[in-house]
């Protein structure tokens, strides 16, 4: 199957999730608003992310499935079973050990994480409770991971990324009932997430199964598979750990002021969109390609496959990216002001959401070059690069925090402009590794289409600039901020599209070709067996 193919099929259930997800943020955000009980909610959600990035999707699926892959395609069905019921059983333990530690140490860690509020006894508690209801999510999403990496090495995308969507159904499910209560709200979410994670994990197991993936139990133990799988994941895990890091201390700044937690949350929700919807669903269709391609010895492969990843997610990135620096306070005002989330609290979101813009195409594209690292089980490399970005976020986003504070001005925008600043360095150094070890240069061919695909995302970004300047008269004319956000999303998008095929960015000849099975591919259904479907 093709890059192109394998992603519309991530992309698509992603984009269903994602919309799931957002009705679910519009939930919260009604429930919850933008004050301490948001606070301490999102404090709680982000401690087993913490973990979940870093075990999961982080150091772990970097690790297995290039390994997985070539031993399924070297050794056989068997050998492939056994390395992921090993790798299981110990990340099972690993994960069980974590949250079982969090949740008894959870009064005296979030003396740390949520340093803000540990004079509101209330509150502190609140979060203290909510991240012990959350903690064990980490154990059910970790084992999904697997089983996930495990169907993705086979090619087969389904199962795996229609999983999130089930958190997205408990959660709106949950806190329905609840909206009018926001303490009670926020238990109904937390126990919605530890519910969901159970529920991903079980769907996904039997994805796998159906695929032929066969686990068994085992001890835990660390057999010759296992310290190929540490000895691979170890670089990775600093790298993740060092990311995890920033994420930390950008919460600890952040509790010193009331709301900053929820409207960096909040911002965060849209600039993921792009970056779910694309540059992860492109970086995982593009592991198992590249791993295989690379195994092979087809540089020129590799490269033409970087070349299509990086303008395929440019093309959908930096309009995404545009809209978010030409309107910020128009997307959050008219996406969530509702409920107890106010309009000032969108006008102080939209200074977080403005800097994150410009940091999308970074975070998209780390995305798309990790992958060309972890192909040739190089993890070592991503490690420095995250190390580096690391530094210059924690240091950047302190000086610029409390900079802005001293001038009277919210310091949280400060954490955003570093998160971006550090992204397009760990991008860079990226660019410039490959480059150096002759991995990859983009050709003429593809630098002239990211600069025409530019050029149409920076003409859409100043029709949208004008489009919040006249914001009142155009709210009055169509009926509503609502209504306006819809008019500007759908009739922007018809409009790049369009530019896109007019200035010969993309043709219809290469939409065609993109989609069109590869010689000796799979059929189109193997993404989701027949005997694998729902």
């Not at 990035?53 to 399924?72: D, I, N, W």
């Not at 960096?264 to 694309?278: E, F, H, S, T, V």
């Not at 309107?327 to 959050?332: A, D, G, N, S």
């Given at each position: 199957m093709s890059l192109a193919r394998n992603t519309a099929v991530i992309g698509g259930l992603t984009l269903v999730s994602r919309v799931l997800g957002f009705l679910r943020d519009l939930l919260l955000?009604?429930?919850?608003?933008?004050?301490?009980?948001?606070?301490?909610?999102?404090?709680?959600?982000?401690?087993?992310?913490?973990?979940?990035?870093?075990?999961?999707?982080?150091?772990?699926?970097?690790?297995?499935?290039?390994?997985?892959?070539?031993?399924?395609?070297?050794?056989?069905?068997?050998?492939?079973?056994?390395?992921?019921?090993?790798?299981?059983?110990?990340?099972?333990?690993?994960?069980?050990v974590v949250t079982g530690i969090a949740v008894l140490c959870m009064p005296w860690i979030n003396l740390i994480l949520f340093a803000g509020y540990a004079n509101n006894p209330e509150i502190f508690q609140l979060a203290t409770l909510l991240t012990q209801i959350t903690m064990p999510y980490l154990v059910a999403i970790s084992a999904a991971t697997l089983f996930?990496?495990?169907?993705?090495?086979?090619?087969?995308?389904?199962?795996?990324?229609?999983?999130?969507?089930?958190?997205?159904?408990?959660?709106?499910?949950?806190?329905?009932?609840?909206?009018?209560?926001?303490?009670?709200?926020?238990?109904?979410?937390?126990?919605?997430?530890?519910?969901?994670?159970?529920?991903?994990?079980?769907?996904v197991a039997w994805g796998a199964r159906r695929s032929g993936t066969r686990t068994r139990p085992a001890a835990?133990?660390?057999?010759?598979?296992?310290?190929?799988?540490?000895?691979?994941?170890?670089?990775?895990?600093?790298?993740?750990?060092?990311?995890?890091?920033?994420?930390?201390?950008?919460?600890?700044?952040?509790?010193?002021?009331?709301?900053?937690?929820?409207?960096?949350?909040?911002?965060?929700?849209?600039?993921?969109?792009?970056?779910?919807?694309?540059?992860?669903?492109?970086?995982?269709?593009?592991?198992?390609?590249?791993?295989?391609l690379v195994q092979a010895g087809d540089q020129a492969g590799a490269r033409g496959a970087l070349d299509e990843a990086v303008n395929l997610s440019m093309a959908f990135t930096l309009p995404s990216a545009a809209a978010m620096m030409?309107?910020?306070?128009?997307?959050?005002?008219?996406?969530?002001?509702?409920?107890?989330?106010?309009?000032?609290?969108?006008?102080?979101?939209?200074?977080?959401?403005?800097?994150?813009?410009?940091?999308?195409?970074?975070?998209?594209?780390?995305?798309?070059?990790?992958?060309a690292f972890f192909a040739r089980e190089d993890t070592r490399a991503p490690m420095h690069f995250a190390l580096i970005s690391m530094a210059l976020n924690i240091a950047l986003g302190a000086a610029l925090f409390f900079a802005l504070r001293a001038l009277g001005e919210p310091g949280f925008p400060g954490l955003a402009i570093a998160t971006s600043a550090a992204a397009w360095l760990n991008v860079l150094l990226m660019i410039a590794s490959l480059a150096k070890r002759?991995?990859?240069?983009?050709?003429?061919?593809?630098?002239?289409?990211?600069?025409?695909?530019?050029?149409?995302?920076?003409?859409?970004?100043?029709?949208?600039?004008?489009a919040q300047a006249n914001r009142a008269a155009l709210e009055s004319m169509v009926g509503g901020k609502e209504v306006l956000i819809a008019i500007l999303i759908f009739g922007g998008g018809i409009s790049y599209f369009v530019a896109l095929f007019l200035t010969g960015s993309v043709t219809i000849s290469e939409v065609r070709a993109a989609f069109r099975r590869e010689p000796g591919a799979a059929p189109s259904g193997s993404a989701l067996p027949p005997d694998a479907a729902p």
């Open positions: 955000a009604a429930a919850l608003g933008a004050g301490p009980v948001a606070d301490a909610f999102y404090a709680a959600l982000r401690f087993p992310n913490l973990f979940r990035r870093l075990f999961a999707e982080g150091a772990f699926s970097q690790a297995f499935v290039p390994v997985y892959s070539k031993t399924l395609a070297e050794q056989g069905e068997e050998a492939a079973d056994r390395l992921a019921s090993e790798a299981l059983a110990v990340l099972l333990l690993a994960t069980a996930a990496g495990a169907l993705n090495a086979r090619g087969r995308f389904f199962a795996a990324a229609a999983a999130p969507s089930l958190l997205n159904v408990c959660l709106l499910v949950g806190v329905w009932f609840f909206r009018d209560d926001p303490v009670q709200a926020s238990y109904a979410a937390a126990t919605a997430v530890t519910a969901s994670g159970v529920l991903q994990a079980a769907w835990p133990a660390l057999t010759p598979n296992v310290k190929r799988l540490l000895t691979l994941a170890a670089p990775a895990a600093v790298a993740g750990g060092a990311l995890q890091i920033n994420v930390m201390i950008s919460q600890i700044l952040a509790s010193l002021e009331e709301g900053a937690i929820a409207l960096l949350n909040y911002a965060d929700r849209l600039y993921q969109m792009p970056l779910g919807l694309i540059g992860i669903a492109v970086g995982v269709a593009m592991l198992p390609r590249l791993s295989t030409a309107m910020p306070v128009l997307l959050l005002d008219g996406l969530f002001a509702r409920g107890a989330f106010t309009s000032s609290d969108a006008e102080a979101g939209a200074l977080a959401l403005f800097h994150y813009g410009w940091g999308v195409p970074a975070f998209v594209l780390a995305k798309i070059y990790a992958p002759r991995a990859y240069a983009p050709s003429t061919r593809a630098n002239g289409r990211l600069m025409r695909i530019a050029l149409v995302s920076a003409a859409l970004g100043a029709g949208l600039f004008l």
